[in-house]
């Protein structure tokens, strides 16, 4: 997780300064630092989305996620809604 620790200890590893003053960096260095940076979070987000999809994928109820009656009162509706349209 990219947090403000991670952040800091990732910076450390990354920038080179020519003493104890950590005060200033490089511009370019900085854009090539947040471009790393970013690059970590889009890592960690596709991860999380393939997660997410293989749970999908391993649902063998298609419905699963909609509770019993939820989805027994969206059959009925919709039915309802298709045989009034088609009695119009």
Do not use: Q
């Amino acid at each position: 997780m990219i947090n403000k620790k991670r952040i800091n200890e990732e910076a450390n590893a990354f920038f080179e300064w020519p003493n104890h003053d950590k005060t200033y960096v490089t511009t370019t260095s900085m854009l090539i630092f947040v471009n790393m940076i970013a690059e970590m979070v889009r890592a960690e987000e596709r991860e999380e989305c393939a997660k997410a999809a293989e749970g999908f994928a391993d649902n063998s109820d298609d419905r699963k996620w909609v509770s019993g009656s939820l989805y027994d009162t969206l059959r009925r509706e919709t039915a309802a809604s298709i045989r009034k349209r088609s009695n119009a």
